[in-house]
């Protein structure tokens, strides 16, 4: 089941950008929101505000990779993407290859590719990037909720 709908931010002043198109498209994303939202640590943030241009290798075509969130945090400027950990390594080749290990193949391609640009697009502006799995949630202190 997919979780997804619109987030309503509390602290507007908070926010940069429009505070009535949140969106989140996972759980950990809603609760990184709320999180944002109220975590004293936080200055600024915002969703899907940042929009990198990236080459994806599987088609060399250029494409727009929204990225989930930006968050102005103990002096730092980060942008960050919200991913469980098994997305963020290469799938396993199994002994035959299922239509869902193509799929997972192809996903992490194209995340590796926005990333690279991600990571690149930050260290123009010195800001950092990075990628936000279950484990920096927890760490965070972000409520991780399942179902």
Known sequence: MTYKGKYRVKNISKYA????????????ERNAFRWCDSSPRI????SEEVVVPYKCQLDNKVHRYFVDLLVCMDGEV???????RKETT????????????????TTYIKNT????YAKAYAEKRDWKFEVW?????????IKLLKG
């Open 133 to 141: 799995t279950e484990d920096t949630l927890k760490s965070l202190g």
């Open 113 to 116: 590719d926005k990333w690279q």
């Open 90 to 105: 290469a799938p396993k080749k199994p002994a035959r290859v299922t239509k869902r290990y193509v799929n997972e193949v």
């Open 78 to 84: 980060i942008l960050v993407e919200i991913k469980p």
């Open 43 to 46: 200055t600024r943030w915002s």
């Open 17 to 28: 950008g429009d505070p009535t198109k949140v969106t989140y498209r996972s759980l950990w």
